[in-house]
């Protein structure tokens, strides 16, 4: 946060942040982050790339109930809520089978804002 302030924009401070994170030893970090304005999602490791994943899913209105069960937990997952409503979810495992998952890839920073467009910037 204090990079974000310092820096004026979301975007430049995560960056700057990220530079400051990767001169420490550490394997992954993944987050999540929102302004109110939009949803913030990025990833990095620095190994085990498969161990740190992300994704993310564009639904549309007309997708209908979300449901599925998670290969890592086995939880069971039934999303009647997101039926007829248009959504970005991010997660760290595919939930669904037979949708368009998006990988979020090392170092990229996803970007959703309020009409539900996703884009991806390189960060690192």
């Not at 993944?30 to 913030?40: C, E, K, M």
């Not at 990095?44 to 937990?73: I, K």
Request: hydrophobic residues 40%; aromatic residues 8%.
């Amino acid at each position: 946060m204090q990079n974000i302030r310092k820096e004026g924009d979301v975007v430049r401070g995560i960056r700057t942040a990220i530079a400051e994170v990767r001169e420490y030893t550490h394997t992954g970090l993944n987050f999540l982050l929102s302004d109110g304005s939009a949803l913030y999602a990025f990833r990095y490791s620095s190994r085990d790339l498969d161990h740190y994943s992300l994704f993310y899913l564009v639904r549309s209105a007309d997708a209908g109930p979300l449901s599925g069960v998670s290969e890592e937990t086995k939880m069971l997952l039934d999303a009647k809520a997101l039926a007829n409503e248009k959504a970005v979810l991010v997660c760290s495992e595919k939930l669904t089978q037979g949708e368009n998952w998006q990988e979020i890839k090392a170092g990229q920073l996803l970007i959703v804002y309020s009409r539900l467009s996703p884009r991806l910037e390189e960060i690192c």
